[in-house]
C-alpha cells in the first residue's frame, strides 16, 4: 500500500494569524511529507504490507510505527482545524462535555493547561475512552491513543515545528490561537461516528467465536491455555477495531493459544519420557 501526502483543507495562509504560511508550507509540505514517505519504505520492508495508516498505528513497531503514527496525526491535526469564525460543539457533544467536565470553558481551561506543560514533543487529544467517557491527554512523541483502543477527537500538535516560526518559545500563544480554530462540526462527526461503533459493539458478536481449545495433555499445559485464553478475552473486549479485524484478532490469537499449548504438552511428555527412561 502506498499512502500520499493529503491536501490541506484549506489554503496555506487561511489560520494566520496563529498558523503562518511558512510554518503550513514547512509542516505540511516537508515534516508530514518526510513521514509519509519514510511509513512507504519501511513498510515495505515489513509483514505489513498491506496493511492501512490505521493498522500500521496499532500493530506495527518501532520507526514503521512511529512513521506512520506521525503521519496519521498530522492529518488528523489539519482536519481538526477551520478556518473562519469560531464555532462551538453540537448538542451531544456539548452534553457529553458538560457531563465530564463541567462546561466548555473548563474543558479549554484543562485542555490549554495540560498542552501547556507537556514537556518536550508531542500531541495533546482530546479523546472518547473505550467506556465512553471524554478525557483529555497528552501524548509524546509520535504517541496516538488508537494504540490504546481509544477515540480521537481532537488534536494539537506540540511538536516546536507547529510554532516556533509564528511564536517562537511562546507555546501558549499557539495553544490559546488553536482553540479558536477547532472545527468543532468535524469533532461532532467524530464523537457521533464513535458511538454509533460503540453501540454496535454492544450487541452480541456473531464472529469469531470463542475457540475451541483443545483438551490439555497436562496441568502445565492448561495453565498456559487458561492464561493466554484470559489475553484474549481481553483482546477481544477492545471496542475500536471493525468487527472484522476483531474478528481476524480472535482467529490469530486461537492458533496462538494452541500453539502453545501443545508445545506445553510436548515438553511435559518429553520429560516423563526421560524420567521413565532413568
Ligand atoms: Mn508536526
Redesign the pocket.
Known sequence: MTFQLPKLPYALDALEPTISADTLRE?HGA?HKSYIEKTNKLQQESDLTDASLETLVQRADGALLQNAAQAWN?SFYWESMTPGDASEPGAELRTAIDATFGDLKALRELFLERAGSHFGSGWAWLVREKDGRLSVECTHDAGCPLRDGKTPLLVC?L?E??YYLDHQHDRGAYLEGFWSLIDWARVDQRFAAASTVSDASSQPRTHGAPPTIPVSRTRSASLIGAALLGGLLTLGGCGDDSAENAGKHVDDFAEDVEDAAEDVADEAEDLIDDHDGN
Open positions: 509542516h515534516h498530522h500538535d511538536w515545528h507547529a
